[in-house]
């Protein structure tokens, strides 16, 4: 795949080899890192790929506004997480789509776009887990409604994704694996046994949360309304891990009535709200630690 870079008055300004099918029938492990520094932007880039499996991980400081086209974009099916910043496609057959920081989404084809914009923006983090399709299949045989009617694309060879609806939020257990991806294991077999079960474990995760987000809506439970103001919640939860949160200063706040969120937060997250509070700041706490940069009754 060729990735056509341009500037905002439409000046191609670079152009750069990407994905490819070779990339997706890789037998071996193979993991490779770079950088690059341009006057568009500045990135760093770790790629992970072995059999029918192709991971992206990138950081880029975006120096201006441009935008990317695709040329023999490959098929895939990709898990798309974005941990910091915000991105903007013209798909080929669903317009106008946008992901941003704390998101993910499943994706057929996610490479094929007409245009995917990038604002000038700091510290944009995106990871790329991307399948050959018949790989994807295998994996995901059994998993329901969602994952079936990907299938039924892939065969026919439509584009997909879940972009109809709001993107999904990372949670805690989804951001931990995302970075244990960079993680070097004993020896090459080690490393890549590591690698795929993370890899695993997140669509699991994704497919998961898939499913219950539908039950809930249509369990009639909680809309769909509902639930985004429950993620929003989630995050102003971890936005602040030191602050004093109530209920009623929480549900004032995302406009959402204290039994649905006591209820909603606990059937969403597996947590009550201030048990959740509270592993987050333990799991902060336990990282600061591993730092060893501060003393431990600062970061109590």
């Known amino acids: 795949m060729k990735v ?64 990317l086209q695709t040329v023999d974009a490959p098929n895939v099916v990709s898990l798309f997480f974005v941990e910091n910043g915000l991105i903007q496609c013209n798909s080929v057959n669903d317009g106008l789509w946008e992901i941003g920081a704390l998101q993910h989404n499943l994706i057929y084809n996610s490479y094929n776009t007409n245009e995917t914009h990038f604002k000038k923006q700091k510290d944009l983090r995106l990871t790329i887990v991307s399948f050959a399709p018949d790989y994807f299949m295998q994996l995901s045989e059994g998993g329901g409604r969602v994952t079936d009617t990907i299938a039924t694309n892939v065969v026919s060879g439509k584009s997909f994704s879940l972009r109809s609806a709001p993107n999904l939020r990372l949670n805690l257990q989804m951001l931990q694996l995302l970075n244990g991806l960079d993680q070097a294991g004993y020896n090459a077999a080690v490393e890549r046994l590591l690698t795929e079960a993370k890899v695993l474990e997140l669509l699991a995760l994704q497919i998961g949360q898939l499913h219950l987000e539908e039950n809930l809506v249509s369990g009639r439970k909680l809309t769909a309304m509902d639930i985004r103001k429950l993620h929003d919640v989630r995050d102003i939860i971890l936005s602040d891990l030191s602050a004093n949160f109530t209920l009623s200063s929480l549900s004032r706040e995302v406009g959402l009535n204290v039994y649905k969120l006591k209820f909603g937060f606990k059937f969403l997250f597996g947590q009550p709200v201030f048990q959740y509070l509270k592993e987050a700041r333990l799991r902060y706490a336990a990282k600061q630690i591993s730092l060893d940069t501060r003393p431990i009754s600062e970061i109590a």
Do not use: P
């Open 4 to 67: 056509i870079i341009s500037s905002s008055d439409k000046n191609i300004i670079s152009e750069i080899d990407s994905i490819s099918e070779r990339d997706l029938s890789f037998q071996s492990y193979s993991k490779l890192k770079y950088s690059s520094d341009e006057s568009f932007w500045s990135s760093q880039a770790h790629e992970i790929k072995y059999c029918g499996t192709h991971i992206a991980r990138h950081q880029v400081n975006v120096l201006e506004d441009i935008s």
